[in-house]
T-cell receptor, first 114, second 111 residues
Framework: EAQVTQNPRYLITVTGKKLTVTCSQNMNHEYMSWYRQDPGLGLRQIYYSMNVEVTDKGDVPEGYKVSRKEKRNFPLILESPSPNQTSLYFC?????????????FGPGTRLTVL | KQEVTQIPAALSVPEGENLVLNCSFTDSAIYNLQWFRQDPGKGLTSLLLIQSSQREQTSGRLNASLDKSSGRSTLYIAASQPGDSATYLCAVNAGNEKLTFGTGTRLTIIP
């Protein structure tokens, strides 16, 4: 089954404790991205990757890091989480054919930073 | 900067009625527009993708239209059912794969 998976689905942590949220897709998509969803603000892009070893900032990259060492995986790293990073996070992927194709989203990771 | 607006923020209708959800965007230079459904606490399920060259797309009881020049899209749901209750999001793609989302319309179908 074609899908985007994220782990963990729920995470409660404390300020400053480094964490990684994993994202994996099995559709051989070139393009992957991370979004956060906050009430009243909608979904906003954090980082994206056009292909292996190619990443760039989205609209709200502060406090986040990403890596793309393999085509299928795109982990989101919070080196020193803060309470304002409490949010619902989504990973997405697409073939990246100049905006022609449907984007697929993972199930979401609900992060709470105390 | 692209801005996407969905009005109303919430909508309640009796079961069986047809309804229309609205989405407007400020920059008409888009490649496609995608409608999603989000259930509480869940991920985004893609409903329809409509390319900039298309006027509409249909899937079952759903029909999405696109008027790129006026910056508007509508999602028409026929014969609504309680299972249609969810938040509906529209998102535009300007060709760089980044989706700009509206804040959604929370739909409640009353049995």
């Amino acid at each position: 089954e074609a899908q985007v998976t994220q782990n963990p689905r729920y995470l409660i942590t404390v300020t400053g404790k480094k964490l990684t949220v994993t994202c994996s897709q099995n559709m051989n998509h070139e393009y992957m991205s991370w979004y956060r969803q906050d009430p009243g603000l909608g979904l906003r892009q954090i980082y994206y990757s056009m292909n292996v070893e190619v990443t760039d900032k989205g609209d709200v990259p502060e406090g986040y890091k990403v890596s793309r060492k393999e085509k299928r995986n795109f982990p989101l790293i919070l080196e020193s989480p803060s309470p304002n990073q409490t949010s619902l996070y989504f990973c997405a992927s697409t073939t990246g054919l100049a905006g022609r194709n449907e984007q697929f989203f993972g199930p979401g990771t609900r992060l709470t930073v105390l | 900067k692209q801005e996407v607006t969905q009005i109303p923020a919430a909508l309640s209708v009796p079961e069986g009625e047809n309804l229309v959800l609205n989405c407007s965007f400020t920059d008409s230079a888009i490649y496609n527009l995608q409608w999603f459904r989000q259930d509480p606490g869940k991920g985004l399920t893609s409903l329809l993708l409509i390319q900039s060259s298309q006027r509409e797309q249909t899937s079952g009881r759903l029909n999405a239209s696109l008027d790129k020049s006026s910056g508007r899209s509508t999602l028409y749901i026929a014969a609504s059912q309680p299972g249609d209750s969810a938040t509906y999001l529209c998102a535009v793609n300007a060709g760089n794969e980044k989706l700009t989302f509206g804040t959604g319309t929370r739909l409640t179908i009353i049995p």
